[in-house]
């Protein structure tokens, strides 16, 4: 039996990811490697994600390295994947979701919260959109890097505060104590997921990966994503979808801004589970004619 060679990114979170998705194959009796890499956006710290102009920017290193026939399989944050994986690869499999929300570390206190002035560093437009929706007049520091880069910036900085998808500092054991669960924040689409693509050709291997799916986190990553992409949102788009299933029914919360969060459109629904492979689409058309089309327009235009 030939070892699966894992292609992953080469930060922290990244290898971790890609050493659970190593011990879930192991425990059905594959053998794996991990193959590392750098992306463009691991290596360009400084460019806000939204102005790097595509789509993929931590992902397509890895795409190519899959096309290449130099790995086998690839591991990402579902987050961070294109709703359209490129001709010859598909998403074949995720893990088990963990934490969703998006925290806010802060230093010192969070009396901030009452001021008008203060100082929120993300990297992320999302985030942006939905924190100067609820708080107009705080900056937003652009807050680019791996996870420790981040957590070492805002010490050394000179801001409130920082904002850090929870799943990530958890599952590195860096989650401090002064944090907050900001769960009025819409996460991003697939957020808190791990996702593994292989090529469509690979029958052997999607018959493999289909043994560590998880079935529930895929049926949630499908409807948030269809949502995404409906509404013609790239992975760095002020767009937030968050899928929850209970009593055999699927809940879909979504989510449009504008860059400023002036304006939204936000809207919930639940279906029956049989209706549920549709929800992210038709959501999207119901926010889309709410007046998230005229948002989008804005927003490529800008």
Same mark, same amino acid.
């Given at each position: ?22 011990? *879930?194959?192991?425990a ?11 992306? *463009?956006? %691991?290596?360009?710290?400084?460019t ?10 931590f992902?397509?290193?890895? %795409? ?6 130099? !790995?086998?399989i ?9 709703t ?5 690869? !598909?998403?074949? &499999? ?13 230093k ?34 652009n807050?680019? @890097? ?11 900085? %000179?801001?409130? +505060? ?6 990530g ?19 991003? #689409?697939?957020? @808190? ?8 050709v ?13 079935? !529930?986190? *895929?049926?949630?990553?499908? !409807?948030?994503? %269809? ?5 013609? @949102?790239?992975?760095?788009? #002020? ?8 009593? +055999? ?22 279906? #029956? ?13 119901? &926010?889309l004619?709410?007046? &998230?089309? *005229? ?6 235009n800008?």
């Amino acid at each position: 039996m030939k070892k699966i060679r894992i292609g992953t990114r080469d930060s922290a979170l990244a290898l971790w990811q890609a050493r659970k998705v190593a011990t *879930a194959l192991e425990a059905i009796g594959q053998e794996t490697e991990l193959v590392a890499v750098k992306s *463009a956006g %691991d290596l360009d710290l400084n460019t806000p994600l939204n102005q790097f102009g595509t789509t993929g920017v931590f992902t397509k290193i890895l %795409d190519d390295a899959l096309l290449d026939n130099r !790995v086998d399989i690839a591991v990402h944050s579902l987050k961070d994947y294109p709703t359209l994986a490129p001709e010859g690869i !598909v998403m074949a &499999a995720v893990l088990e979701r963990g934490p969703v929300h998006d925290i806010l570390v802060y230093k010192g206190n969070t009396d901030f919260l009452n001021s008008e002035v203060a100082q929120i560093a993300t990297g992320s437009i999302r985030r942006i959109a939905q924190w100067q929706s609820r708080y107009p007049k705080h900056h937003n520091p652009n807050l680019r @890097g791996n996870v420790q880069t981040r957590l070492r910036k805002l010490e050394e900085g %000179d801001w409130n +505060g920082a904002i850090f998808a929870k799943a990530g500092l958890e599952r590195l054991g860096l989650l401090p104590k002064n944090h907050l669960v900001l769960d009025w924040m819409i996460p991003a #689409p697939a957020q @808190g997921i791990v996702g593994i693509t292989c090529l469509s050709v690979d029958g052997q291997m999607l018959e493999t990966l289909q043994k560590i799916n998880h079935d !529930v986190t *895929a049926l949630r990553a499908k !409807v948030e994503r %269809d949502f995404l992409r409906r509404v013609e @949102g790239g992975c760095s788009a #002020p767009v937030g979808a968050y899928a929850e299933i209970l009593d +055999g029914k699927l809940s879909l919360l979504s989510g449009v801004f504008s860059l400023d969060g002036s304006e939204k459109v936000i809207l919930e629904n639940t279906v #029956p589970l049989s209706a549920a492979s549709e929800l992210g689409i038709n959501l999207a058309d119901e &926010a889309l004619s709410k007046g &998230a089309a *005229a948002i989008m327009d804005n927003l490529k235009n800008d």
